[in-house]
């Protein structure tokens, strides 16, 4: 027979693992074996120990009043390149906005008749002729005005997001980068 727990075996010829071997072996002779007799099972954190077990789960009350869990991170660098995509983005939202609020507010000044009060007013005040700046209050150069201003915001606003990352960075490396404590509720 190939098997070694047959009838006529003792304890000691049994197939296990080496930590209860060694075991058994300490509790028959009274002594503890030697180091190179150890063999598994004798190491901090062995299963022979318990560390296999899983942890005593805690009652729900011991975790509400532990709290929420923190955690500090430093932010120490921030990517030029992506700081310069997202404030060209950003930007370009600005300037689209800046567009079309032009257009609503020329349309709305123009619905209540505002152009035409002060262009009547100025040919009151200039002998009847219209005054030579009223032509610049048109709706399509109003337009173009707006355009021009969206596209200088858009320049200057993605050139002070990257110029602002890269100064980032460069007292971060002096002084350690920002600090943020993060909580988990």
């Given at each position: 027979?190939?098997s070694s727990t047959s009838k006529?075996?003792?304890?000691?010829?049994?197939?296990?693992?080496?930590a209860f071997q060694e075991k058994?072996?300490?509790?028959?002779?009274?002594?503890?074996?030697?180091?190179?007799?150890?063999?598994?099972?004798?190491?901090?954190?062995?299963?022979?120990?318990?560390?296999?077990?899983?942890?005593?789960?805690?009652?729900?009350?011991?975790?509400?009043?532990?709290?929420?869990?923190?955690?500090?991170?430093?932010?120490?660098?921030?990517?030029?390149?992506?700081?310069?995509?997202?404030?060209?983005?950003?930007?370009?939202?600005?300037?689209?906005?800046?567009?079309?609020?032009?257009v609503l507010l020329w349309n709305?000044?123009?619905?209540?008749?505002?152009?035409?009060?002060?262009?009547?007013?100025?040919?009151?005040?200039?002998?009847?002729?219209?005054?030579?700046?009223?032509?610049?209050?048109?709706?399509?150069?109003?337009?173009?005005?707006?355009?021009?201003?969206?596209?200088?915001?858009?320049?200057?606003?993605?050139?002070?997001?990257?110029?602002?990352?890269?100064?980032?960075?460069?007292?971060?490396?002096?002084?350690?980068?920002?600090?943020?404590?993060?909580?988990?509720?």
């Amino acid at each position: 027979m190939t098997s070694s727990t047959s009838k006529g075996t003792s304890p000691d010829e049994t197939s296990s693992l080496p930590a209860f071997q060694e075991k058994g072996k300490a509790d028959r002779t009274g002594s503890a074996p030697s180091p190179s007799e150890a063999g598994l099972g004798r190491g901090k954190g062995s299963a022979g120990k318990g560390a296999s077990r899983s942890p005593v789960k805690k009652p729900a009350g011991d975790a509400e009043r532990r709290g929420p869990r923190r955690v500090r991170l430093t932010l120490a660098r921030i990517d030029p390149f992506s700081v310069m995509k997202l404030s060209f983005l950003v930007a370009l939202a600005i300037g689209l906005a800046t567009v079309v609020a032009v257009v609503l507010l020329w349309n709305l000044v123009d619905a209540i008749g505002l152009w035409a009060q002060i262009d009547q007013l100025g040919k009151d005040l200039n002998g009847g002729d219209a005054l030579p700046f009223m032509d610049f209050f048109s709706f399509s150069k109003f337009v173009s005005y707006g355009t021009v201003v969206a596209v200088v915001n858009v320049v200057i606003i993605t050139a002070l997001g990257t110029l602002l990352a890269f100064l980032y960075n460069l007292v971060a490396a002096l002084l350690g980068g920002l600090k943020f404590t993060f909580t988990d509720d």
